[in-house]
């Protein structure tokens, strides 16, 4: 089992930042992938960015330049820098860890006004 915590979330106006935290606990040893989803308004859930634990990383094209996920697995803990921030990038994003299974946190709200 593994539960995940996210933080970091707001309100932010278009062109600021945030940074997401999330926090992962239980089997974090063989969690083999980490990434950030979110939900907007409306849309299905999409993949936001992951981090391999070599830390090899993969964007949506959407966000791939304005954000960064990083990871510190002293800590078990992924980020997630968001900047240059756009009204889309509104929704809920939701932290990802893949071991045996799949696992969820339990989302923290982000929201962009224009």
């Known amino acids: 089992q593994v539960q995940l915590v996210e933080s970091g979330g707001g309100l932010v106006q278009a062109g600021g930042s945030l940074r997401l935290s999330c926090a992962a606990s239980?089997?974090?040893?063989?969690?083999?992938?980490m990434g950030w989803y979110r939900r907007a308004p409306g849309k299905q859930r999409e993949l936001v960015a992951t981090?391999?634990?070599?830390?090899?990383?993969n964007y949506a094209g959407s966000v791939k330049g304005r954000f960064a996920i990083s990871r510190d697995n002293a800590k078990n803990t992924v980020y997630l820098q968001m900047n240059s921030l756009k009204p889309e990038d509104t929704g809920v994003y939701y932290c990802?860890?893949?071991?045996?299974?799949?696992?969820w946190g339990q989302g923290t709200q982000v929201t962009v006004s224009s």
């Open positions: 981090i391999t634990s070599g830390t090899n990383t």
């Open positions: 990802y860890a893949l071991e045996r299974y799949s696992y």
């Open positions: 239980g089997n974090t040893f063989s969690i083999n992938l």
